[in-house]
């Protein structure tokens, strides 16, 4: 068994080669631009919108308040003449990426962890890098990929979408799983 404390360098390194190969997939590849699509009449639909001061959260339209109004004949008939939509409002303003780089280098550390535990709990000191690069790498990869699979089924995001982020999560799991692979404890 290896300790978490000992892994603390593959931990701080994998998020820091994420956090990096997270910014190339982002800034400099081009298959993430189609994830989202422009609404028609952006301009009448923001302005159609403004007067609500939606505040910030994730919301659901048509909306019912139980499982009976569910079913009801008024409900049925607004999800028929839609449109049916669910969307997160973000705060007025210009987006922060500091705050979310933050949070996302944080989250990578969280990720680095629970792969430092279960290969610390799997192997010892000394273990084949193999084994170290699938234990690791593949508790990132879950980390990191097949909780997205349920924005797809349950909020109808373009399983495309979805597809390339589990793709990018497999490049995660492969830099976390390589980087505890490299500097796992020897004998």
């Known amino acids: 068994m290896v300790s978490i404390m000992s892994l603390w360098l593959p931990i701080l390194l994998s998020a820091v080669f994420v956090f990096v190969a997270s910014s190339i997939i982002h800034m400099l590849l081009p298959y993430h631009k189609s994830n989202v699509k422009k609404v028609p ?7 159609a919108l403004r ?8 919301y659901m339209l048509p909306m019912c308040g139980n499982t009976k109004e569910m079913s009801s004949p008024e409900f049925t008939e607004k999800l028929k003449q839609g449109p049916v939509l669910t969307m997160t409002v973000l705060p007025n303003g210009p987006f922060s990426m500091g705050s979310s780089l933050v949070q ?50 349950w909020y109808k995001r373009a399983w495309s979408t979805t597809f390339k982020f589990i793709f990018d999560g497999l490049i995660y799991g492969l830099l976390t799983g390589g980087t505890f692979g490299w500097l796992w404890p020897s004998l």
Do not use: K, M
């Not at 009449?41 to 302005?47: A, I, K, P, R, T």
């Not at 007067?51 to 994730?58: L, Y």
């Not at 990720?111 to 279960?118: E, K, L, N, R, T």
């Not at 699938?134 to 924005?151: E, K, P, R």
């Open 51 to 58: 007067p609500f001061n939606i505040p910030p959260g994730d």
């Open 104 to 153: 996302w280098f944080i989250y990578s550390l969280i990720v680095g962890v629970f792969a430092a535990y279960i290969a610390g709990r799997a192997l010892e000191p000394g273990a084949a890098y193999l084994n170290v690069f699938q234990f690791a790498g593949c508790t990132a990869f879950i980390g990191y990929a097949l909780a997205l699979l349920h924005d797809s089924i």
């Open 41 to 47: 009449d952006e301009n009448g639909v923001s302005n």
